[in-house]
Structures are given as C-alpha cells and as structure tokens.
C-alpha cells in the first residue's frame, strides 16, 4: 500500500482519538478503552458516546463527501479551481437555512431539510441556466451559472437577514459559518445513507471522469456521452455538497484543498483520487474540529472559520503556480 495513504490514515486515526479524548473533560485512552469495553463510568460512556462520538462521526462523513464533490467538480469541469460551494450549492443551502430560521422553525431536522432543498433548488437553477446557454456543453457555462446564483442567493440572504429577528439573524449566521457543535446521530445516519448511495456511484463513473480530463472529443471517441456524463456527475457532486450543507452548514475550501492533496498521494486516476480524497478530507475536517473546539477552549470557533485559516494559503500558492 501506498505509504503515504497509510500516514493518512494514521492521522485520521490519531485526530479521531484526539477528539474523542480531548475537551472541557479529559479523557484518558484507558477510559476510551473503558467505554468500547462496556466498563467505564456512566458519565464518561455518555460524554464520548452521546456527544463526542456523533461530532466525530459526523466530521469524517462531512470531510469524505466534501473531499469526493470536489474531486469530482474538479475533474468534470476540468477545472482545478472549482470546488462545490462556487457551484451555488452553498449559497441556494443556505437561502434554504436562513428562511426556515427566520419564520421559527429551529428544530434541527425541518433546518437540515430547509437546506438540503434549497441545495437541490440551487443545483436545478445552475443546470437550467447552463442548458438554456447555447454553448451549454462547454464546462465553463456550469461554473458562471454557479457563479451568478451564488451571487443571486448572498442577496437573498441580506435580504432575509435584515428583515429576521435579531435572535433568529445570531443562529442563522452561526450555521453560515459551519459548526458540528450539534451533532447528533440522526444528523450521522442522514449524510450517512447520501454518501452511501452517491459515494459508490461516483467511484463506478470513475471512468468517465479519466474520460472527461481528455477532453470531449476523446471522451466521445472513448464511448461516453460528454454531456450526459457531466451532468451526471455534476448532480451528484452536487447532492453529496447540498448533504454536508444540511449537515453542518457552510464549511468552504475542503472540496478545493482536498482534491490537489490526493492527487499528489495517488496520481491521476479518478476512482483512486476519489477514494484518497475522501479518507483526506475525512482527516482535515475532524483535525480542524479538533482546532476549533481547543484553540480557544471553553469559546468555540466556527468550523468554517478554522477550515478557511488552512484553504486561503494553499489557494493562493495554487493560483501562483498556475501563473
């Protein structure tokens, strides 16, 4: 196996362990051991079990479907700067959000789908946008669309935000801002069963996408629908982002870093790199969970917050060598 795929999963190990035995109550190994072992206090089995273990959980599934759009948005599109949140994705989720916040509704469940349809809603405007374009099979029309309902959802949202209840505006920036700070294990099973489904098919159309990065006349001569391919796998890029969204609210630049991460550890082909990317973003997003709970501890820094401190340099040493 590659030895550097194995130090990701080391890491990916030690940062889960971390964050299950780091917080405002330490725990030991021996009392992590403890809790599998069905021997440890009912305190401390109820500290890792109820409300680390979930936070936990929910950050490997948040960073793998992350870590697998963006790859797939980057090879679809041809382009090593896109990544799921430039595709409006973000922007239509957190419309979504914000309105269910500001009329009341709170509970985490209605929230969670608020913004997963307004993911999807988001997703169904860029595509139509593109199809609409007479040049709608060339890649770069998805990203302006992308573009422009990002920028028609942020209006949106000021709008929204201005007209909401102060307490209601404070909750709803702070899931703009990402956080699994109320990670639950309903929260677990929903992004669970999405990347589930979506996770195996995008690694199955792993073909197509070491097609698509030929370009589209060699991916029609190689016998896949350059168009219909795309879309495809753009839809579901799109679904596993508009997941995560509902999941833990806007956490950017994991579907930019991840990808270029797991190119430079497993090569060009996609279902590898796909797979890399998954157990790389996984790592990234428990480790800055990890920061954003501790740095500051008792306070808590916003997930995305912490995500975009680690995204901003490696996306400018990016554009200089792209220069």
């Known amino acids: 196996m590659n030895p550097r795929v194995v130090a990701l999963v080391v890491v990916l190990l030690l940062a889960s362990l971390a964050a299950l035995g780091l917080g405002a109550v330490s725990i030991a190994p021996s009392q992590l051991w403890g809790v599998l072992a069905g021997t440890a206090e009912p305190m401390t089995r109820a500290i890792v079990l109820d409300v680390r273990a979930p936070r936990v959980v929910l950050a490997v599934l948040v960073g793998a479907a992350l870590g697998m759009s963006g790859g797939v948005l980057q090879g ?26 500001a009329v009341g509704l709170n509970d985490p469940t209605l929230l969670s789908l608020a913004a997963f349809t307004g993911a999807l809603v988001a ?6 946008i593109a199809r609409a374009s007479t040049m709608h099979a060339d890649p770069r029309i998805l990203l302006m669309a992308g573009v422009v309902v990002g920028a028609f959802a942020n209006a949106a949202i000021m709008v929204l ?9 404070k909750g709803a920036l702070w899931w703009m801002m990402g956080s699994l700070g109320a990670a639950q294990w309903p929260d677990v099973a929903r992004l669970g069963i999405v990347l589930a489904v979506a996770g195996p098919l995008i690694l199955h159309w792993g073909r197509d996408l070491d097609a698509l990065a030929l370009g589209h006349d060699a991916a029609a001569s190689l016998g896949v629908e350059p168009e219909v391919a795309s879309r495809r796998l753009y839809l579901a890029a799109s679904v596993l982002a508009a997941a995560t969204v509902a999941a833990a609210g806007l956490v ?9 991460v797991a190119r430079a550890v497993a090569g060009a082909r996609h279902r590898v790199v796909l797979a890399v990317s998954a ?4 790592a990234l997003v428990v480790s800055a969970d990890l920061a954003a709970r501790t740095v500051r501890a008792p306070a808590e820094l916003p ?3 912490v995500t975009a401190v680690l995204g901003v340099p490696f996306f400018l040493s990016l554009l200089r060598r792209m220069r």
């Open 76 to 101: 679809a599109l041809r382009n090593s700067l896109a990544e799921p949140y430039l595709l409006g994705v973000s922007g239509g989720a957190a419309v979504g959000a914000v309105s269910a916040v």
């Open 123 to 128: 997703v169904a405007l860029v595509m139509g």
């Open 161 to 169: 935000l201005a007209t909401a209840p102060a307490e209601a505006s």
């Open 252 to 260: 950017g630049f994991v579907g930019l870093l991840v990808p270029h």
């Open 279 to 282: 157990l790389a973003g996984s």
């Open 303 to 305: 997930l995305g917050a």
